[in-house]
């Protein structure tokens, strides 16, 4: 609960009004009862109509007063909880944004998406809440037993005793059950993730007909978070009844003892009254009470989870330069003896970064690029082929060796310095739902003779300039509406617009033609001869070009040189090649 009053405390001035106001609201409410046996028990008796109206009158007054300064203290609470919760949403999605890859893994997508949204809706409602019934709650209860005791003591002896119970009900229940919405809450992650699965995968899950199989595993999950859901609303909901039942029974207790009292003539009529009015009250407080505790218990949970992303700590620092001891070599990009393994994924982050029992993924990687040449990277699937570009651009840091770009230590550069180096075309990179210019533009300030030439280098030019409104021609939602073909080329012109350093080409382009894939790394090589381009592949014909081409097989290098170095001395090159193009001359 502590993020749910630090968000509080950052409006605090606005908050204190709400209270403020709401606690004033409150007790002009608590004056009518007041007013209405006094009406009652001394004007009434007097027999004049001019004392009546004047108590009348200043009754509804202080009705309208209560009501005003209720609503308004409503509106603003309600705006307070709107601003934090912009404001804590805006901070977990920046704080999303810069989660290393190891905490990315080990938080998880779905989860993270659900304490984006449902975790935040709850801490929202929370947040309204106790700028709210927190304050109109405990001073109808107490200020209700308070004004009790004063008009009848003996009477307000039943609240007396039956207030303890009724608050032990609502803190029992409550400590019991945060840990069952913490339960709802991973349920609703395992719902979000096969939700998101397959929305990705619509496509291959109607081709291969596995509807139903989807449908069924969608059910199991379902079920489990709509059993875990019951089984802590029903738990949440015990205080309810049971309250009721308790101040129902307190409420015929002070009946039969009021009318006792008044028949005896050691109370008024009009006080019995006020009383029972009183008691509705400390009842509205109790139960708004017991909501507030059925909201903290679910608010609890949802902010544990949203503060273990804000809290997370800065996992990859920027070292000073004196600190990596950086080799001298005169490779614009090099790798000196890297080995990486990832992390098992969890959903606790602190589980993550263990780093126990892991399997590596590569193992004593060197090699080095000089500025303007080309390194194709080839291999078979799960082989450490990208794993070697989330190393580059420091998404992970290696567990042992070191990756240089430019002379420097990748881990002495601050995260936008290194990667405005780069043009990136990852395997399935988005398409945004946008015209075309914006998707290669991408939020930069680019010129028209920049974005052009994107575009030509990328033969991307080939389809725009064949639809009737270019540039401006709007994409669907993951360019659903344009071919794969299409699709690569517009990423590629997206990776060349910036007019990078280093190029990384990632499996880009798999679905291009022979001739298209080689009209564009002719236009590469060609045009941008500065550019030190990687690309990954699963072709020989993509990579036969490069300046060297790296040779991985299970996180190893077993083999490295150009096309026809790699040809004599590497047999798992000469398979691949073999296999592809049919023959070794």
Known sequence: MNLIFRYLNRYRGSVTFVMATKLTGTMTELMLPYILEH??????????????????????????ITRFLNVTANRRGVENAHNIAYDMRQELFTKTVNLSGSQFDAFGLPSLTSRMTSDSYNVQSCMQSVQTICVRAPILMLGGVIVAMIMDFHLAMILCVLLPVLIAICIGV??????????????????VRIMRENITGIRVVKALSKEEY????FGFANDAMAESDIHASTVMAIPTPSMQLILNSGLALVVIAGAYRVNSGAMKSGVILAFLTYFNMIMMGVMGMNRIFMMFSKASASADRIDLVLQAGTEQRVFAE?????????????????????GETATDAKEAFAGSGREKCLSDISFTIKKGESLGIIGSTGCGKSTILNLLMRFYDADEGAVYVDGRDVRTYEKDELHRKFGVVFQNDMVFNDTLRRNIEFGRELTEAETRSAVEDSMAAEFIDGLADGLE????????????????????????????????????????????????R?????????????????????????????????????????????LKTCPAYQSIYQAQMGSLS
């Open 39 to 64: 009406i009652i028990d001394e004007v009434v008796p007097l027999g004049r109509l001019g004392p009546v109206l004047f108590w009348g009158a200043l009754m509804a007054v202080m009705a309208v």
């Open 174 to 191: 409550s400590y019991y059950g945060i840990p069952l919405y913490n339960r709802v809450q991973e349920r609703l992650d395992d719902v």
């Open 322 to 342: 004196e600190e990596t001891n950086a080799p001298s070599g005169d490779g614009f990009i090099r790798f000196e003896h890297v080995s990486f393994s990832y």
């Open 214 to 217: 989807e449908k069924r595993r």
């Open 522 to 566: 002719k236009a590469i090589f060609s045009r941008r001869r500065d550019t030190t381009t990687i690309m990954v592949a699963q072709r020989v014909s993509s990579v036969q070009g490069m300046t060297n081409i790296l040779v991985l097989d299970d996180g190893r290098c077993i083999g490295y040189g150009n096309h026809a170095h790699l």
């Open 473 to 520: 021609h709007e994409a669907a939602i993951k360019g659903a509406n344009l071919s794969g073909g299409q699709k690569q080329r517009l990423l590629i012109a997206r990776a060349l617009a910036g007019n990078p350093q280093i190029l990384i080409l990632d499996d880009s382009s798999s679905a291009l033609d022979y001739k298209t894939d080689a009209s564009l």
